[in-house]
């Protein structure tokens, strides 16, 4: 079994910056796919980044060249910078074997923005 535990959310100003990390314990040594999903009240649960064990990464459109994924080992961290209020959200960290990115959740971090 894996455990995801999220941090660094919080409330934030339009345009500000807030770094999310998610720490991965337990069977690690089977997790290849970390990400980050959103969920807005009201809306679906949304993919916002993802990186696979080799680095590659992916973004939704609507956070390319605002938001970085990166991992260290069991964590992954999302940097998120020039933050909008659409992108208020509770977020969610991920992680799957091999070909999978959703086998494992963490309980999730509020992100708001707002002034």
């Known amino acids: 079994q894996v455990q995801l535990v999220e941090s660094g959310g919080g409330l934030v100003q339009p345009g500000g910056s807030l770094r999310l990390s998610c720490e991965a314990s337990g069977t690690i040594f089977f997790v290849a796919n970390m990400g980050w999903s959103r969920q807005a009240p009201g809306k679906q649960r949304e993919l916002v980044a993802s990186i696979t064990d080799g680095g590659s990464t992916g973004y939704a459109g609507s956070v390319q060249g605002r938001f970085t994924i990166s991992r260290d080992k069991n964590i992954v961290y999302l940097q998120m910078n020039r933050l909008e209020p659409e992108d208020t959200a509770v977020y969610y960290c991920?992680?799957?074997?091999?070909?999978?990115?959703?086998?494992?959740w963490g309980q999730g971090t509020q992100v708001t923005v707002s002034s």
């Open positions: 991920s992680a799957g074997r091999t070909g999978r990115l959703y086998d494992y």
